[in-house]
């Protein structure tokens, strides 16, 4: 089974900047689209940023020119980075990917797995 863990949340000032990381591990077989999701409280889950296997990225509108999402295939890491950062982008932000796992058979899983997420606080 293959894990993500989220990290690099935390409070920063209304215009100010984070770095998200998101870590695959286990025995990761390949990772496809990996997607970054918010959440603010009482809303849904919502679509922030995608990157294909091949680094082509799509972004939410709300965050075009501020947030730029990127993956290291080597080491199995994606990142977004955040700029200008607007207290309405105050949420729990998780990553998520369609990816493969080698079971201890030998076998191939493919699913979708989630983070736990992390969570972004903007003050204003």
């Known amino acids: 089974q293959v894990h993500l863990v989220e990290s690099g949340g935390g409070l920063v000032q209304s215009g100010g900047s984070l770095r998200l990381s998101c870590i695959a591990s286990?025995?990761?077989?390949?990772?496809?689209?990996l997607e970054w999701y918010f959440q603010a409280p009482g809303q849904e889950r919502r679509l922030v940023a995608k990157i294909t296997r091949g680094g082509i990225t799509d972004y939410a509108d709300s965050v075009k020119g501020r947030f730029t999402v990127s993956r290291d295939n080597a080491e199995n890491t994606f990142y977004l980075q955040m700029n200008n950062l607007k207290p309405e982008d105050t949420a729990v932000y998780y990553c998520?990917?369609?990816?493969?796992?080698?079971?201890?058979?030998?076998?191939?899983?493919?699913?979708?797995?989630w983070g736990r997420g992390t969570q972004v606080t903007v003050s204003s």
């Open positions: 998520a990917a369609d990816l493969t796992y080698y079971n201890p058979d030998g076998t191939v899983t493919a699913e979708r797995t």
């Open positions: 286990g025995r990761v077989g390949s990772i496809n689209a």
